[in-house]
Structure formats: structure tokens, C-alpha cells
């Protein structure tokens, strides 16, 4: 606070709820305040964002109200200049790469493991259990977290075996 008080800050905003949280009430009503041509001005990333991609999230948003971001820790960020736009704007860029990164390598094990005949998912369960569950559905005695106790069959599965039954049916 006192760094903020000292940077001139005209209105801080102070949240009490750890920035990995979804839900900050003190972020919204900030964001909701911003005008045109203001410059927001952070002690620190880590009280900004949950991660990265949040951060760049939430600098986009600043951006597009027509106002600017500054750290006083990360002398990096700072929007207000050509200099700061490009350190950032290089900064969102190795991490989309990253991101990119990950998902090709994913996809490049998923169709590696394919080939060695591997099947993602979990295992199916077996048709006794199937045929069972049915049958106790079909009774309308048992509820359906009784027949998931007594099949191993989760609610979901237990809908969807039962469509397909009935689209089979058709």
C-alpha cells in the first residue's frame, strides 16, 4: 500500500483473496472503473495474476478499455511506453509459443501412442455390468446411485448405454 501511496496512485484497489483465486471481487471492480488514458500501476505481478496466460488475459482487457498497466517490481511491464509494449508484447509471444508447444507434443504422443495400438480413455466396463445396470433401470427400483453402487456403472455411462439402447431400438 505504501508503495502505491507513494507512486501517486490516485484510488487503490486492495484485494483481500489470494491472486490464484478465480473470483476477485477487488479485479472486477477495477477493471469495472477503468477510463480511457488511465494507468494502472501494480506493486507486483504475482498480486496481479493467477499465471501467465491470465496475466496476459487481464492486460488485454486493460488495454482494450483504452488505459495502461505498470509494475513497480517488474520495471518490464510498463505499457505506457514503446519500450514496455515490446517487452511485453515479446513476452506473450514465447508464451503462446509455449502453449503451442505443449498442445503439438500432446498431439504428437496421443498419435504415437495410437500406433502402438494404445486406446486413450478409461477401460469399459464389462457388458454383465452393463446388462445388469440396465436391467435395474428398467425395473424403476433401484435409484441411480444404488445401481452405480451395486454395477461399478457411473450415472453418466448408465444414461448414455441407455440411449444407445434405445436409438438401437429405432
Request: aromatic fraction near 6%; hydrophobic fraction near 30%; charge should be positive.
Amino acid at each position: 500500500m505504501d508503495q502505491l501511496t507513494q507512486a501517486g496512485c490516485e484510488r487503490i484497489f486492495c484485494e483481500k483473496i489470494t491472486g490464484t483465486k478465480k473470483e476477485r471481487p477487488e479485479l472486477d471492480r477495477l477493471l469495472d472503473n477503468i477510463r480511457p488514458g488511465d494507468t494502472i500501476i501494480i506493486s507486483e505481478l504475482t498480486h496481479l495474476s493467477r499465471s501467465t496466460k491470465d496475466l496476459f488475459q487481464i492486460v488485454e482487457l486493460i488495454e482494450k478499455k483504452g488505459a495502461n498497466i505498470k509494475s513497480l517490481k517488474e520495471a518490464w511491464v510498463d505499457t505506457t511506453t514503446p519500450q514496455g509494449k515490446l517487452m511485453f508484447t515479446i513476452f506473450a509471444g514465447i508464451s503462446q509459443f509455449e502453449r503451442d508447444l505443449i498442445s503439438q507434443r500432446t498431439k504428437e504422443g496421443l498419435a504415437s501412442a495410437r500406433a502402438r495400438g494404445r486406446k486413450g480413455g478409461r477401460p469399459s466396463k464389462s457388458k454383465n455390468d452393463v446388462d445388469l445396470a440396465l436391467k435395474m433401470y428398467d425395473s424403476k427400483e433401484y435409484s441411480i446411485s444404488e445401481i452405480t453402487k451395486a454395477t461399478g456403472v457411473c450415472k453418466t455411462s448408465l444414461y448414455r448405454y441407455a440411449e444407445q439402447r434405445e436409438k438401437s431400438r429405432k
